[in-house]
């Protein structure tokens, strides 16, 4: 994934005229370079955000040369959407990260009919993977084919983790589960069953709070006599 950008010479307030030609001021820095004052093209930056996130790595262009960052932080005017400026972070090779990786569902096709008996529930939509830059992933495939019976599961020690990449959360962490039909009727009745035992025990107190009110009026009038 690409992003072409330009040094620009424009700085300050001037920095106005460039959004008005759909450029958007950026910056790139990093521990090993000296910061960079650039432009890229506005529609160009909307669709890298419709592809990537904060967390992707995408290929900077500047002068032929391409620079391997992440997009830090950006900034959008609160009324008009407009975007008035991008920091982008270096990183460079061999260099320890920690980014967030989505997760691509794939094979859902292989076990529909066993998916039809059942309720499928996504729990993760991306995992937290730390290693070097060139060996981290732009996805993680999660294959549904391994789901072999209703009430089976998926988890995070069961995903095809590349080498040299170590995932931040507890292997056993669920990723996806196929919960049998069954349980969510359960679920879904025990409100209304709690509810009704909660108005027999109510209309209960009420019945024996008459029998007890007629038995002191009975036990007041003979007492009179």
């Known amino acids: 994934m690409e992003l072409k950008a330009q040094v620009r010479n424009i700085l300050g307030k001037k920095v106005k005229k460039l959004r008005e030609q759909e450029l958007i001021p950026a910056e790139l820095y990093g521990p090993d370079i000296k910061n960079i004052h650039l432009s890229i093209n506005s529609k160009d930056f ?87 830059l060139e060996n981290i992933p732009s996805k993680i495939e999660v294959d549904l084919s391994k789901l072999k019976k209703v009430g089976g599961s998926i988890s995070i020690k069961d995903l095809k983790i590349p080498p040299g990449c170590q995932v931040n959360q507890e292997p056993d962490t669920l990723v996806v589960i196929l919960k049998p039909i069954e349980e969510e009727k359960i679920e879904e009745e025990k409100p209304a069953e709690v509810a009704e035992e909660t108005e027999v025990k109510k209309e209960k107190k009420i019945e024996e709070a008459k029998e007890k009110k007629e038995s002191e009026i009975t036990n007041d009038a003979k007492k009179s006599q």
């Not at 669709?47 to 620079?67: E, F, H, M, R």
């Not at 989505?102 to 008996?117: G, R, T």
Request: glycine fraction near 4%; aromatic fraction near 8%; charge should be neutral.
């Open 46 to 132: 909307k669709k890298i955000l419709t592809q990537a996130s904060t967390s992707t790595v995408i290929n900077l262009v500047v002068n032929d040369k391409k620079y391997p960052v992440l997009i830090y932080d950006y900034q959008v005017h609160p009324i008009s959407g407009e975007f008035l400026c991008v920091d982008f972070y270096h990183i460079k090779k061999g260099e320890e990260v920690e980014l967030t990786i989505p997760l691509e569902f794939i094979n859902e096709s292989k076990v529909e009919s066993l998916i039809k008996q059942g309720n499928l529930i996504k729990l993760l939509k991306e995992i937290e993977l730390k290693g070097k």
